[in-house]
């Protein structure tokens, strides 16, 4: 087993789990501007 490999998929996993907050927040509020739109008597 290749040790660069391991290393390589931690690094990629820690970043993608540090950017799914991000994520989240950014669906979130697209999700919401939707929705003020749909409903812009509200």
Known sequence: ???GEIADFSYLTGRTSALLPIVRVSL???FWNIQKL???GE
């Open 28 to 30: 979130f509020l697209a």
């Open 38 to 40: 749909m409903n812009p």
């Open 1 to 3: 087993v290749d040790h």
